[in-house]
């Protein structure tokens, strides 16, 4: 098979989440530890630093990845789910996995793939671990597809833990009360490996005192630790809990409005990996988090896609990315605020939908999976809820549309779904 076969061949043959929802999920670990041991055990074979939560974990994992690579380390990266390409997935210092070497994989494995019938993750989780491994990484920065318990990243023994935040999504799989989602990303936690829990939440904290106590990992809550002031164009101030400013001006070019949260996560990572003899300065952790987009190719956070007028897309897609979006658009002073929404179909719609403005101009929209929400069908929610809008067959016709209708000093913006900014054409 070519790579455009082997693609097929993945997306069509084993179940996927991504696309599929609900039917592609196992509540099991036995095939990623059954052709983890067919290929030698790679998770084994390297350093990794493995990274759940609800919002904020790819730009966590980015950032911790940039910092890594530019402090000198060989840095393996792995991140779901890719917004172009599939080999988004699978990163060496910034570098995605050659579609040679996925068709390679592939090839060498099929006969055990079509006995295993592993699902498209499990097979994709694989597969970086094996790449990572063959290729001596130093060490390995590992985002969780989803919970993290039962999720197949979970086989590994990393130096550290880090859990981002806890917000209500995925329910239909983790639980609908923050505690109970909060047991699940819990899973992560190691018998004495430490675990970095980004932001304290008085529901969840609980939760994590007691699994890192019961395993005996030495738990930090980094906004304990450290305070972020946000400032104008992703420029932040740091200070630590005794009021000593460490960072007078952090910039990160990931300008997403949920960064600022995201940030002691990743500082206290770095200290806790100088405590294992790493070697960081402050000058590469400042460079990495100010160019960690740029270093590690990650997108579609908060990012600027045109100016006149300016047209933003991020991949927020529940309730506690997306509020703190529209709390800032609402902020701003554009004539004009120009919606283009799309969603998947296991979403709580009506609960998303209260949090948008209602005096933006609509663009209803779908991506193009089986998962997604019909436009028409969220059009129709949309406009209960006093929203109102047009439908147009995909994205990318939105976007026409919009910029036809926007003056320069308007905003249109792209979000509701990562399938549907990953479909954007100049994204």
């Not at 498209?120 to 290729?135: G, I, L, P, Q, S």
């Not at 318990?149 to 990393?158: M, Y």
């Not at 030495?218 to 460490?246: K, M, P, T, W």
């Amino acid at each position: 098979m070519d790579y455009k076969e082997t693609l097929d061949f993945l997306y069509n043959s084993l179940p996927m989440f991504q696309r599929q929802g609900k039917s592609a999920f196992k509540k099991d670990l036995t095939n990623t530890f059954k052709f983890c041991q067919q290929l030698n055990n790679p998770q084994q074979q390297f350093k990794s630093v493995h990274i759940a939560g609800t919002n904020g974990k790819g730009s966590t994992a980015h950032s911790i990845a940039a910092v890594l690579q530019l402090a000198g380390y060989k840095t393996g990266l792995y991140t779901s789910p890719h917004l172009k390409s599939f080999t988004e997935r699978i990163r060496i210092n910034g570098r995605a996995i050659g579609e040679q070497e996925v068709v390679e994989f592939v090839k060498m494995h099929k006969d055990f793939i079509d006995q295993l019938k592993p699902s498209f993750f499990e097979m994709t989780v694989v597969m970086a671990f094996d790449h990572f491994a063959r290729k001596q990484v130093d060490v390995a920065v590992i985002e969780v597809g989803l919970g993290g318990r039962l999720d197949s990243t979970n086989v590994i023994t990393p130096l550290i833990s880090v859990i981002t935040n806890i917000g209500l999504d995925h329910t239909d799989f983790l639980g609908d009360t923050l505690p109970q989602i909060a047991g699940e990303k819990a899973g992560i936690i190691k018998p004495g490996i430490p675990v970095v829990i980004s932001e304290y939440q008085e529901e969840t904290a609980p939760v994590f005192k007691d699994v890192s106590q019961e395993l005996k990992a030495e738990i930090y809550f980094a906004d304990q630790e450290y305070q972020v002031e946000s400032r104008h164009g992703g420029d932040y101030r740091v200070s630590n809990s005794g009021g000593e400013v460490l960072f007078p001006s952090l910039y990160a070019d990931l300008k997403g409005v949920y960064h600022a949260r995201n940030l002691p996560g990743i500082i206290k990572t770095v200290d806790l990996l100088r405590d294992m003899s790493f070697t960081i300065s402050e000058k590469v952790v400042e460079e990495g988090i100010r160019s960690a987009a740029a270093v590690t190719g990650l997108k579609g956070r908060w990012q600027l896609l045109q100016d006149n007028p300016t047209m933003i897309c991020d991949i927020a897609h529940n309730e506690d990315g997306i509020k703190p979006i529209m709390e800032y658009i609402g902020r701003q002073s554009y004539p004009q605020v120009h919606i283009i929404w799309g969603m998947v179909n296991d979403k709580k719609t009506e609960a998303i939908l209260k949090l948008l403005p209602a005096d933006a101009k609509y663009y209803f929209c779908e991506a193009q999976i089986p998962r997604a929400l019909a436009a028409d069908a969220l059009a129709q929610q949309a406009s209960a809820r006093g929203l109102s809008g047009k439908v147009y067959k995909d994205v990318n016709e939105a976007i026409s549309a919009a910029l036809k209708n926007a003056h320069k000093e308007d905003l249109v913006f792209i979000g509701g779904s990562t399938f549907v900014v990953a479909e954007i054409n100049d994204l």
